[in-house]
């Protein structure tokens, strides 16, 4: 059974980082695209970031770039995200997803597996 377990959220203050671990088992996806989505109260699930199988290839929401850094650990089935300069409007649920089987890479829909989330909140 996969399963996608994501940690590292909490509560920080504005302009401070965290950083969100996503430990994937029950399959290997180190040929696969992994990312994070993020869903904030009364809003729809929104694309923060993706990478592809071999760390190289990495793609960003507009309104995270130049704060936000992706990156994977093939040895682990892992991925990270490390967030920098947080904003209040960075407050969300953050999950994980796994093995993009959609065409559009910032497309729910499009990701086979999906972890439960982690909170993130950023205090004004």
Known sequence: QV???ES???LVQAGGSLRLSCSASGSDFSRDTMGWFRQAPGKER???ARVDWSGNYKSYADSVKGRFTISRDNAQ???YLQMNNLKPEDTAYYFCVALLTGRDLTVASGYRYWGRGTQVTVSS
């Open 3 to 5: 399963e996608l377990v």
């Open 8 to 10: 590292g959220g909490g």
């Open 46 to 48: 929104e694309f923060v």
């Open 77 to 79: 089935n892992t991925i």
